[in-house]
């Protein structure tokens, strides 16, 4: 399931446990994508970042972030 369908699922009317578990599903989703993001953009060398826009100091203070930080 992708976290569109979760999304979408999560809107519908679902009974009050369901909707629970949906949603801390959706929210150990978005903090695995957290976490994996920013631990490759620790690993982007500083060509790569410059490439995207990035400035080096700005990736390293992004990947130093916990993951339940947005």
């Known amino acids: 399931m992708s976290l569109a369908e979760a999304t979408s ?3 519908s ?3 009050p446990l369901s909707r629970a578990v ?3 599903a959706l929210t150990v989703a978005t ?3 957290r976490l994996r993001t ?3 953009l620790q690993n982007l060398p ?3 970042l410059r490439d995207i826009g990035v400035d080096v100091s700005a ?3 992004e990947a130093e972030k916990p993951f ?3």
């Open 9 to 11: 699922l999560a809107s």
């Open 46 to 48: 500083p060509h790569m």
């Open 31 to 33: 903090w695995e994508l």
């Open 59 to 61: 990736a390293a203070m």
């Open 68 to 70: 339940w930080r947005g």
């Open 13 to 15: 009317p679902l009974p």
């Open 22 to 24: 949906v949603s801390f």
């Open 38 to 40: 920013r631990k490759h």
